[in-house]
Structure formats: structure tokens, C-alpha cells
């Protein structure tokens, strides 16, 4: 059976310990993580995890029946096949001298980019976008140097049927 | 009312019922054991914190009721860990109490502090860390409802002495609310009725019964649906007793050391009903050989061990006992005769099997092992509570007792805990005074937790250890037998204590037996004897549990004797 991503959304209970579950979850049965990003709801009682994983059919099975047994995670749905909204977001610091800056600005340019800090050797670019929208990104970005990176996992939300 | 929290936990524990706590104190546990002091809960002071659990796992898996232990923070809190591993890996309901430092040193490596939260995260059902008295209450509730509904499971609550200390308004709990946690009991309608379509089909179905059929109290149930169908069982080491082992229609244990007619018929089956069994690598063996022939019916409670191992035709989430009983009112609606029709072949098939490889051993001038299991079989009438210890004395145990009712076997399957039987045995004995509780031990294993016997003769249960001796951590010594050209390193254990005497050093009576005449008349003595009793047998050193099923080998494919 073929591995393919998937993105699992879970709303959990905002609790100490809550992340640890889920984390050693993983870890402990061997499940793999690509990424993850975690933060509080509107309802501060909740926070929404974003899990990105490779596994096979019956493996993505067993991992979304294990995180349902556990007693914190209040909603879970697997985003892929589905309708959703995916988004990473980054914070890139790029080398800039004069004979490049303007290849820097066509492409923050052309990827609805935001220069939000400038210095006389350096722009750091923010950019958000969907996963591949990211990696061409830095793919175009690697020859001009890029100094420093910090880099969201995917967030995604299910769209509501109309 | 203002009630300190120790009040609070022991108003809750009488709520829920709680007759017997196994403990062991410290400084983070006074408060609570001194309020326990004024209830009419009974306290077993164990020797070591990892009996305390053990003996808790006992009281529940012949009760059926969620079993309590009560540890102190730091070194009594980790002593457990190996317990409440026990327990999660067969699904016994338990709730852990651990003392904790007070919650302003916490995280400050503070004098007995560990975080016994982070540490049994894996371990258990759920665990909390009680932050404040006032949810004490709510915590506790909640600790009892999870360890017992669904999947059952042993849940640790910890709490920091300040809360312990603490005043607070106490209310009664109203009802346990969980946001997320609502087992599923009810099957699905359509997937049972699917089901009896299967049933109707097969010319060689076989149900595989698990500790979930114990669990969900579903024996009666199961027997029903075989009988009526005239369908064999087979059970695995955690569903003996589930079915009458004594009844025709009964195959035995199943598995790396199951009987050839059962290893065989999974092999053979056109549809296997798996109920409240999780397919663990020791029952399947090689997993892609495993049933090929057959379709597979998946009776459990707990979603994630549907299609975790194998694939399934037919999942069903439900309890069993439910499950079972929709399934027999449907089946009910059938031609019963019909459907039994030519269930003639299938059973003749498996009696060959029987008739020819029978579980047997040759008895020569040394005691055989299995001789004193099936010689205590024959004096106890099969009606004994039977604890194990984890190597072949549990195989042995397992292979010549036949146990017709649940809640008679008593052993460490998931986890195959050494030292688990005796203080096993204890907690089963507190839960039923005037039953005949055997230990079944092995030499290795019984010094695991031998101390134990002080806590028997403290309370005075009257449990009986039958020590299977054969100098050998012998199951491992099997494997180097057979695996690994029979180098038996460090697994000789000849420097064992004298068990008679040392049984008489904690005031109980030891017996010994060295030759096969004297296994009788030693078992009707130390069975008679009023109080704890340890049996030595020394039995033949290099006897080895067969069939055999080498570690990832089809399980069809047996070494015999
Ligand atoms: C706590 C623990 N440590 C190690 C093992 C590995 N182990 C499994 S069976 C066994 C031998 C047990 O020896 P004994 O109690 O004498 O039983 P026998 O097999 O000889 O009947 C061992 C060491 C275990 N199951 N549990
Ligand atoms: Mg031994």
C-alpha cells in the first residue's frame, strides 16, 4: 500500500499534558510527524492541532482511532480528499546586496510575498502559501543565499459546505 | 460542608464502592492513609508498591470491579509502573492514587518528586495531576468512570499533598461529563445482520474468544451463540473461562503455545469470529499466513484494535456481551437445525486433530510439570482461582487447568509481568475469602515477589503457591534450547533459596516434593492446610512447553513433543 500525506485536524482540550499526549502518541507507536502546528481557539478551553503525516491506508486508520481514544481530543477529521484550506507560513531572511535586490522584490513580487525588515546585507521575506507554493519559493530563493529560515507546519481548515 | 482533601478523596471512594485499597504509605500519602485509618475501607499493607498493583489487578479481574491502590510519590509512585503497565496491557480497571510533593516545589526536583503524569502517559488509560481540591472530586469521579467503561483501563490520579491538606466546600459530584469519551456499547444493527448471513454460509466457522468476552461479562452469551450454532471456540490466554474449557465444543487455548486442533483450525476455518480479541503477534503468529482461507468477523469495544493486525471482512464496535446477545435474538430467528446441518465434517476434522496430538508429556522417574498442574486440576475439580506467574509454569497452567467460568485465570498476558501471580493471588483472595487461590509460580518468578508472603501472613489469606521448580528461568532456557544451540546463558538459577524454609521464615507452612508419589498426598496437604502454604516441586529441569510455535512462523506449523 502507497504512503501519501495527510492532514489530520484535531481540536483538543487547552490543558497541561495535552501536546505530550499526542506527541508521545506518535512516538511511542512509531507514527511519523512531518509537521505540527498547535495554538488556542476562541474558546480558550480548546486548542486546534494540525498534524501532517505519511502512512499508508491502514496505518492512517489505526493513527486517527488511537488519537480518538484519547480522552483529550474532542474532534478529529482527516482533511485529505476533503475540501480544505491548507496554508504554511515563513519568515525568511535572504542575503540582499544592490546587484540582487531587485530579483528579490520580482519575487516577493510574484509570490504575494511581504519584505518586513530590511538591513543594508539583508530582507526578510514573510511568506505564506500552500505547501508547494513554499517549496518553489525557497527553491527560487536557495541561489541568492538564504541566512535563516523559520518555517510554520500546515494549518488547515475544513470548508464549510455552502 | 469544608472537608480537607483527603476527606474528599475518601467520600468519593465510598461512593464508588471501594471495599479494599492495597497501599503502602509515605510522606506524600499520610494525610490520605490517616483519613482511610477512620473509614471502614480495609487497607492491605503490601511490601512493595508494585504488588500493591498487582494485588488491586487481582481483586478486579475476579470481581470485576475497579481495583484500587494507594502509593506514595517518587520511589512508591515508580515501584507501580510496572503494575499499571500490567494492568493497561490486559484492560483491567484500576485507579492508581499517588501522593505527590506539594504543588509549589513541583518542578523543582524537589525530595521524592517524579513525574509519575509524564512517566505512565503511555502506560495508562489516562492519568491527571489534581491542580487544586476543588476538582478533586471531579477527578476522582472521573478516574473511576473511565477505568471502568469501554475499553477498560488503569487510570492514575495524582495528588500533591498541599490538596490533600487543602479546605474545600464539598457537594456530591453529580454525573461524570466528558466532552469526547463515549464508548461505543451498541453494535451496529446491520453489520450483526450481515453477520448471521456469514454464519449461515460457513461450512467451518470458529470463534476466537478474548479477556473482552470476560471483560464484558459475556461468558453466558458466548456459550449460547456456540452451542446453538455448534461452532467451536478457541480462546487466547486472556479468554480462558470465557467458554466452558471442559465442553466438547471447546478447543483450548490458541496461539504460540495453543493445542495443535486449535492451531490448526484457524488454519482450516472458512470464517473466523474474533470476539473482544486484539490478534496479538503470540495468537497469529506469521499474520499474512494467519486464517487465509477464512473471512474475519471483528467483535471488540475498542475501535483501534479492529483491522490493527489483520484485515476484516466484518468489524463490529460494540461491547461483547451486548453484541452477543442482539446476535443470538437474530439467530434465534433462524433454522437452527439447518444451519447445524453438516457442522458433522467440521467437527470430525478437529477431533482427528485431537486424537492425534493430544497435549501430552511422558512421565519418567522425575516429576513432570505438567503432572502437578493436571494432578491440581484433578483435586481442586477445576474450581480453584488460579494466578500465574510468566514463563512455562503460565503455560502449563494455562494448558492442563480447564477453566468452565470467567474470572478463574488470573495472568499477565499482554505483558508477561514475573512476580505478578502471588500478589495477583492476594488481591483475589481479599476479594473472596473462603476461595481456594493458587499461585501457579515458577522458581524465577515467585522470588520476584516474595515478599509478598509477609503480606499474606499479616492478613492471614490463605494462598497457596505451587512452585513448578526447575531451576531454570526455564521458558528462556527453552528458547536457547531450541533457538540457540542450547547455550543456556544466565538462565540457570541454582542459587535459590530453600523454599520450605524460607515459606517457614515468614510463618507459613512449606512443603516439598522431589519424586511423582509424592505430588499427590503434598498437594492434598498443603491445599488442606488452613493459611499460606509454599509448595516446592522439584520437577524435571529441562521439560519443554509444547506445541511450539517458533516466533513468526505460520501458526499452523507446530513443533510437537
Ligand atoms: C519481569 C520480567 N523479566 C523478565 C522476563 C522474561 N522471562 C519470561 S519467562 C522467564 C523465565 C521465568 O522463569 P520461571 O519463573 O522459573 O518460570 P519457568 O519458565 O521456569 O516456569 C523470563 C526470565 C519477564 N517475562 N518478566
Ligand atoms: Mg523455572
Redesign the pocket.
Known amino acids: 500500500m502507497a504512503e501519501e500525506k495527510h492532514i489530520l485536524t484535531m481540536l483538543v482540550d487547552n490543558e497541561p499534558g495535552v501536546l505530550s499526549r499526542i506527541v508521545g502518541l506518535f512516538s511511542g507507536r512509531g507514527f511519523n510527524i512531518e509537521s505540527l502546528c498547535v495554538a488556542e481557539t476562541i474558546d480558550p478551553r480548546a486548542s486546534r492541532i494540525t498534524i501532517v503525516t505519511k502512512a499508508n491506508e491502514t496505518l492512517v486508520e489505526q493513527i486517527e482511532k488511537q488519537l480518538r481514544k484519547l480522552i483529550n481530543v474532542i474532534k478529529l477529521r482527516d482533511l485529505t480528499g476533503s475540501k480544505s484550506v491548507q496554508r504554511e507560513m515563513a519568515l525568511i531572511c535572504v542575503r540582499a546586496k544592490p546587484d540582487n535586490r531587485d530579483e528579490i522584490l520580482r519575487m516577493v513580487d510574484i509570490f504575494r510575498c511581504k519584505i518586513v525588515d530590511v538591513g543594508p546585507e539583508y530582507y526578510i521575506i514573510e511568506a505564506t502559501g500552500t505547501n508547494e507554493k513554499m517549496n518553489a519559493l525557497i527553491n527560487l530563493l536557495k541561489p541568492i543565499g538564504i541566512k535563516k529560515i523559520a518555517k510554520t507546519g500546515t494549518i488547515a481548515l475544513f470548508r464549510e459546505p455552502n | 460542608m469544608k472537608l480537607t482533601g483527603a476527606q474528599i478523596l475518601m467520600k468519593v471512594l465510598k461512593e464508588e464502592g471501594v471495599d479494599a485499597i492495597f497501599g503502602f504509605p509515605g510522606g506524600a500519602t499520610i494525610d490520605i492513609h490517616d483519613k482511610l485509618e477512620e473509614t471502614d475501607i480495609r487497607h492491605y499493607l503490601v511490601r512493595h508498591e508494585q504488588a500493591a498493583v498487582h494485588a488491586a489487578d487481582g481483586y478486579a479481574r475476579v470481581t470485576g470491579k475497579v481495583g484500587v491502590c494507594l502509593v506514595t510519590s517518587g520511589p512508591g509512585a515508580t515501584n507501580a509502573v510496572?503494575g499499571i503497565a500490567t494492568a493497561y496491557l490486559d484492560s483491567i480497571p484500576l485507579v492508581i492514587i499517588s501522593g505527590q510533593v506539594p504543588t509549589h516545589l513541583i518542578g523543582n526536583d524537589a525530595f521524592q518528586e517524579v513525574d509519575i503524569v509524564g512517566i505512565t502517559r503511555p502506560c495508562t488509560k489516562h492519568n491527571y495531576l489534581v491542580p487544586s481540591v476543588q476538582d478533586l472530586a471531579r477527578i476522582i469521579k472521573e478516574a473511576f468512570h473511565i477505568a471502568r467503561s469501554g475499553r477498560p483501563g488503569p487510570v492514575l490520579v495524582d495528588i500533591p499533598k498541599n490538596v490533600q491538606q487543602a479546605m474545600t466546600d464539598f457537594k456530591p459530584e453529580q454525573k461524570v461529563k466528558l466532552k469526547s469519551y463515549h464508548p461505543t456499547y451498541k453494535p451496529n444493527i446491520k453489520q450483526l445482520r450481515k453477520m448471521v448471513e456469514m454464519i449461515k454460509a460457513a461450512k467451518r466457522p470458529l470463534i476466537f474468544a478474548g479477556g473482552g468476552v470476560i471483560l464484558s461479562n459475556g461468558s453466558e452469551q458466548l456459550t449460547r451463540l456456540a452451542r446453538s450454532t455448534k461452532i467451536p471456540v478457541t480462546m487466547s490466554l486472556m479468554g480462558l473461562g470465557a467458554f466452558p474449557g471442559s465442553d466438547p465444543l471447546s478447543l483450548g487455548m490458541l496461539g504460540m503455545h495453543g493445542t495443535y486442533r486449535a492451531n490448526m483450525s484457524t488454519g482450516q476455518c472458512d470464517l473466523l469470529i474474533g470476539i473482544g480479541v486484539r490478534f496479538d503477534d503470540r495468537v497469529t503468529g506469521k499474520t499474512d499466513a494467519f486464517a487465509s482461507q477464512a473471512k474475519i468477523i471483528h467483535i471488540d469495544i475498542d475501535p483501534a484494535s479492529i483491522r490493527k493486525n489483520v484485515p476484516v471482512s466484518i468489524p463490529i464496535v460494540g461491547d461483547c456481551k451486548t453484541s452477543l446477545e442482539v446476535l443470538n435474538r437474530f439467530l434465534e430467528e433462524e433454522d437452527l437445525e439447518l444451519l447445524t446441518n453438516n457442522r458433522g465434517l467440521w467437527l470430525d476434522l478437529i477431533d482427528r486433530w485431537k486424537q492425534d496430538h493430544k497435549l501430552a508429556y511422558t512421565q519418567e522417574e522425575e516429576i513432570k510439570?505438567q503432572f502437578v498442574v493436571e494432578k491440581l486440576y484433578e483435586l481442586t475439580k477445576g474450581k480453584a482461582i488460579i494466578t500465574t506467574?510468566?514463563?512455562?509454569?503460565?503455560m502449563?497452567a494455562a494448558q492442563y487447568y480447564h477453566f468452565d467460568r470467567p474470572g478463574h485465570f488470573v495472568t499477565s498476558g499482554g505483558l508477561?509481568?514475573?512476580?505478578f501471580g502471588l500478589p495477583a493471588a492476594l488481591g483475589a483472595q481479599v476479594a473472596f475469602p473462603d476461595a481456594l487461590v493458587v499461585d501457579v509460580?515458577?522458581?524465577?518468578?515467585?522470588q520476584?515477589n516474595i515478599q509478598e508472603m509477609a503480606t499474606a501472613l499479616q492478613y492471614q489469606l490463605p494462598v497457596k503457591v505451587v512452585i513448578?521448580?526447575?531451576c531454570?528461568?526455564?521458558?528462556?532456557?527453552?528458547w536457547q534450547e531450541l533457538f540457540y544451540d542450547k547455550r543456556y546463558a544466565c538462565?540457570c538459577?541454582d542459587h535459590a533459596p530453600d523454599f520450605v524454609k524460607l515459606a517457614q521464615a515468614f510463618g507459613a507452612v512449606g512443603l516439598r516434593a522431589t519424586r511423582p508419589e509424592e505430588v499427590e498426598p503434598v498437594l492434598k496437604q498443603g491445599l488442606d492446610t488452613p493459611g499460606p502454604v509454599i509448595m516446592d516441586f522439584r520437577v524435571s529441569k529441562e521439560e519443554c512447553v509444547y506445541p511450539m510455535v517458533p516466533a513468526g512462523a505460520p501458526i499452523t506449523e507446530m513443533l510437537l513433543v
Open positions: 510496572t510439570p506467574e510468566v514463563g512455562q509454569n503460565q502449563w508477561g509481568t514475573m512476580g509460580a515458577g522458581d524465577g518468578s515467585i520476584m513448578l521448580n526447575n531454570y528461568l526455564g521458558m528462556v532456557r527453552q538462565t538459577m
